[in-house]
């Protein structure tokens, strides 16, 4: 079935440095995939997607690529903010609009220093 | 933008009680709704699909008689874990597709605690 491995947090960062929060997935066919966010006390937000191989999803300065050889979608940030700490979660669908059902990963906690 | 309340965001109930989620969408319809759990260190794992005026559809491993879904109107859904147990202690989150763009919300989450 579909998987999502995503990289194993928490990660901590200072503010101004690089993020990258790894993320692989298997799946049959040609999935759509998703980053969600989840800040404190709130629901999962939808970062970025991208829909076919090659696409890039971005939103905030965050991006990632859709790699179908290294069946990938890691997540980059050059900059990171104190407003970043949250929680990230790597997902696939069926669907463009993943309203069907999602296949996520773990999630991984960021926390950003001053 | 459109919310998603997901209600209580904790509880704790004691071992054999039943415990009700509610999970409305506060400015659209939502014929669709999605119930998910997450257990410590693993992945958010759909439980069910929860569609208005019919029965829910649970993925495998599921056991539809102990997590009641009812979907009675277009704005709420509910998730009813029956005669509770400390293995079912977890992270529950709801999710609604607005039925106008087909676009995706989820909840806060509620945190369940079995004694």
């Known amino acids: 079935g579909d998987s999502v491995t995503q990289m194993e947090g928490p990660v901590t960062l200072s503010e101004e440095a690089f993020l990258t929060i790894n993320c692989t997935y298997t799946?049959?066919?040609?999935?759509?995939l998703f980053w969600y966010v989840q800040y404190p006390g709130e629901g999962l937000q939808l970062l970025l997607k991208?829909?076919?191989?090659?696409d890039k999803g971005s939103n905030k300065g965050f991006e990632a690529t859709y790699r179908k050889e290294t069946t990938s979608f890691h997540l980059e940030k050059g900059s990171v903010q104190v407003s970043d700490s949250a929680v990230y979660f790597c997902a696939l669908s069926s669907s463009n609009f993943g309203n069907e059902k999602l296949t996520f990963g773990t999630g991984t906690r960021l926390t950003i220093i001053p | 933008g459109a919310v998603v309340s997901q209600h209580p965001s904790r509880v704790i109930c004691k071992s054999g009680t039943s415990v009700k989620i509610e999970c409305r969408s506060l400015?659209?319809?939502?014929?669709?709704m999605f119930w998910y759990r997450q257990f410590p260190k693993q992945s958010l794992m759909l439980m069910a699909t929860?569609?208005?005026?019919?029965?829910?559809?649970?993925e495998q491993g599921v056991e539809k008689d102990k997590f009641l879904i009812n979907h009675a109107s277009l704005t709420l859904s509910t998730l009813t874990v029956t005669s509770a147990h400390p293995e079912d202690s977890s992270f529950y989150i709801c999710?609604?597709?607005?039925?106008?763009?087909?676009?995706?919300?989820f909840g806060s989450g509620t945190q369940l605690s079995v004694l």
């Open positions: 400015d659209f319809q939502a014929t669709t």
């Open positions: 929860s569609n208005e005026g019919s029965k829910a559809t649970y």
């Open positions: 799946a049959t066919g040609y999935p759509s």
């Open positions: 999710s609604a597709v607005d039925s106008l763009n087909e676009k995706l919300f």
């Open positions: 991208a829909t076919k191989a090659d």
